[in-house]
Nanobody, 124 residues
Framework: QVQLVESGGGLVQAGGSLRLSCAAS????????MGWFRQAPGKEREFLAA????????YYDDSVKGRFTISRDNGKNTVYLQMNSLKPEDTAVYYC?????????????????WGQGTQVTVSS
């Protein structure tokens, strides 16, 4: 149906930057929301950011507001997460997801498809 593949994770020092990409393939939905979540060891999956299907509306968790930027390129079927001023507490597996709706959601149970995740590690 829909396949999502994340890339761009890695090891960086505190204060550095990373740009995550998520490429979508399979059935294309005109009405869809894309989002990013992350999960650290021993913690539940955490909402980070979402972008509407038009790319005109974005939503961020307070923990990353001002540091992370979500965007999408529908021509390339790709969503991005630009991460700046990274902190050790940002260390987690980052997941890309999509929802068949024009309305964004911050609940992971509301999303339909998920990538396998990419590891981000920030050293102090």
């Amino acid at each position: 149906q829909v396949q999502l593949v994340e890339s761009g994770g890695g090891l960086v020092q505190a204060g550095g930057s990373l740009r995550l990409s998520c490429a979508a393939s399979g059935r294309s939905y005109r009405i869809s929301t894309m989002g990013w979540f992350r999960q650290a060891p021993g913690k539940e999956r955490e909402f980070l950011a979402a972008v509407s299907w038009t790319g005109k509306s974005t939503y961020y968790d307070d923990s990353v507001k001002g540091r992370f930027t979500i965007s999408r390129d529908n021509g390339k079927n790709t969503v991005y997460l630009q991460m700046n001023s990274l902190k050790p507490e940002d260390t987690a597996v980052y997941y890309c997801t999509t929802r068949r709706s024009i309305v964004a959601s911050l609940e992971d149970t509301e999303y339909d498809y998920w990538g396998q995740g990419t590891q981000v590690t920030v050293s102090s």
